[in-house]
């Protein structure tokens, strides 16, 4: 990796090793099997009306796919064909009533040009952190509204289709309400949770005041913490790295701890 960015001395993925690439089918599985099952699990708890744990299974399906399986299928690193991992983006963020490919838009935005201004998706980290997390509230609509101009006509199609899907669920959600109050609860736990992820997924992990790529992003050690976050917290060598999928963030981050200590980066340390 070369260039006037301050990582002319890391090395390529080549050297750190292409191990680092490889996905597992089981691995391919359980990445798209665990929002689905989250999804099942609220609907059958909260029929029961069981809310502590159905409301613990929207929490799950929220985290694991906005830092795990969708963030993986956006950047195409689980090794699925480009229709089949399109398909999976599209049907994965619509559990959650979100559009897939505008995701994709504004995250690889994101990764090209954080902290600039034209980086729509990481505008906050600039921000006071109760400013951030205010501007949760119609994240997603201004993220979808950025993506369309933007997007190719395939994409379009997808963000079509997604956003019909999440405004029909809605609607259909206060239709029912006469008869079950289950899938509006599901929508209003969806909506508002999302609410902090400008938060915690991007004034959290960054740093806009940094000079360089090694000092805009967080680099954080530990053992309980990151296998909590499912790897998140090894932010800045997702940022660096970014064609390595989220099984192998630890691995990634042991190989380049030499290389980031000779660069002066140091470590958030947690349990």
């Known amino acids: 990796m070369t260039g006037s960015d301050g990582l002319e001395d890391l090395p390529p993925l080549e050297i750190l090793g292409t191990d680092l690439l490889r996905v597992t089918p089981l691995q391919r599985i359980w990445s798209i099997l665990r929002p689905v ?102 994240n997603q609509s201004r993220l979808f509204i950025w993506a369309w101009p933007r997007a190719s006509v395939r994409d379009r199609r997808w963000m079509l289709v997604e956003a019909v899907w999440a405004a029909g669920f809605a609607f259909a959600s206060v239709a029912l309400l006469p008869v079950t109050n289950v899938a509006f609860i599901y929508v209003a736990l969806i909506v508002t949770s999302s609410w902090l992820y400008p938060l915690a997924t991007v004034w959290i992990p960054h740093r806009a005041e940094g000079k360089d790529k090694l000092t805009q992003t967080h680099a954080v050690r530990g053992r309980l913490v990151p296998e909590l976050f499912l790897q998140h917290t090894y932010h800045l060598e997702h940022h660096l790295y970014p064609a390595v999928p989220s099984y192998h963030w630890r691995k990634l981050a042991q190989r380049l701890d030499p290389y980031l200590r000779a660069r002066g980066v140091r470590p958030v340390m947690t349990p």
Do not use: K
């Open 37 to 138: 099952v989250c999804m099942i699990a609220y609907f059958v708890f909260a029929i029961q009306g069981w809310w502590v744990p159905a409301v613990l299974a929207v929490a799950g399906l929220m985290f694991i796919t906005y830092v795990s399986t969708s963030h993986d299928l956006l950047h195409r690193t689980l090794g699925f064909s480009r229709s089949v991992n399109d398909a999976l983006l599209g049907f994965i963020e619509m559990l959650v009533l979100r559009s897939g490919h505008a995701f994709r838009l504004t995250h690889l935005q994101h990764h090209r040009h954080f902290p600039q201004d034209d980086d729509v998706e990481g505008l906050v980290a600039r921000l006071p952190w109760w400013r951030a997390l205010l501007s949760g509230v119609g």
